[in-house]
T-cell receptor
Framework: DTGVSQNPRHKITKRGQNVTFRCDPI?????LYWYRQTLGQGPEFLTY????????KSRLLSDRFSAERPKGSFSTLEIQRTEQGDSAMYLC????????????FGQGTRLTVV | GEDVEQSLFLSVREGDSSVINCTYT??????LYWYKQEPGAGLQLLTY?????DMKQDQRLTVLLNKKDKHLSLRIADTQTGDSAIYFC???????????????FGTGTLLAVQP
């Protein structure tokens, strides 16, 4: 297993367009997390899946954001009607279903909205 | 919500020790982590400490936890140029991380190691 994989690595889009990112977690990990990191800040939690169920969403996740994990494996994060404020690095992490277990992070997708 | 603060920047000479500090507000977190982020790379877990511990040593890394002052620190002995990166403290469990294991991150400290 090569770890958590995210695609694309970079995305430039015009304001108002929709974008979709993909995350492939480590295969045996049933927990999957999305975080957003803006310049000069630490990552902020967006949402979390346990298998295919989305169990928690941050207030940061506005109605324009939707995340899915249809078969409990890969996940997608879609942003509709992008705004310049959505420009950030979007990080995915996965872990086993154990309290305190290590979360492994992907390299992230850098979104630039112009 | 949880408030986790770190100093923005630390510069040290190669071979010296580095101490990166983190202060937090939620004392109920169960696990406290230190992550390293290098340009173009994902977040890498360096070490962690349970909330019932005061100190943990892992090769060149020493983590100190002062629960009374809500202060966490990471000491890197014999700092090398390859240690140059952004370092984040992070917490899970407790009032904010809860049982989901979501991580609450600090603001990050940029460590610059001068040769």
């Amino acid at each position: 297993d090569t770890g958590v994989s995210q695609n694309p690595r970079h995305k430039i889009t015009k304001r108002g367009q929709n974008v979709t990112f993909r995350c492939d977690p480590i295969s045996e990990h049933n927990r999957l997390y999305w975080y957003r990191q803006t310049l000069g800040q630490g990552p902020e939690f967006l949402t979390y899946f346990q298998n295919e169920a989305q169990l928690e969403k941050s207030r940061l996740l506005s109605d324009r954001f939707s995340a899915e994990r249809p078969k409990g494996s890969f996940s997608t994060l879609e942003i509709q009607r992008t705004e310049q404020g959505d420009s950030a690095m979007y990080l995915c992490a996965s872990s086993l279903d154990r309290v305190g277990t290590e979360a492994f992070f992907g390299q992230g997708t850098r979104l630039t909205v112009v | 919500g949880e408030d986790v603060e770190q100093s923005l920047f630390l510069s040290v000479r190669e071979g010296d020790s580095s101490v990166i500090n983190c202060t937090y507000t939620d004392s109920s977190s169960t696990y406290l982590y230190w992550y390293k982020q290098e340009p173009g790379a994902g977040l890498q877990l360096l070490t962690y400490i349970f909330s019932n511990m005061d100190m943990k040593q892992d090769q060149r890394l020493t983590v100190l936890l002062n629960k009374k002052d809500k202060h966490l620190s990471l000491r890197i002995a014999d700092t090398q140029t390859g240690d140059s990166a952004i370092y984040f403290c992070a917490f899970s469990g407790g009032n904010y991380g809860g049982a989901t294991n979501k991580l609450i991150f600090g603001t990050g400290t940029l460590l610059a190691v001068q040769p």
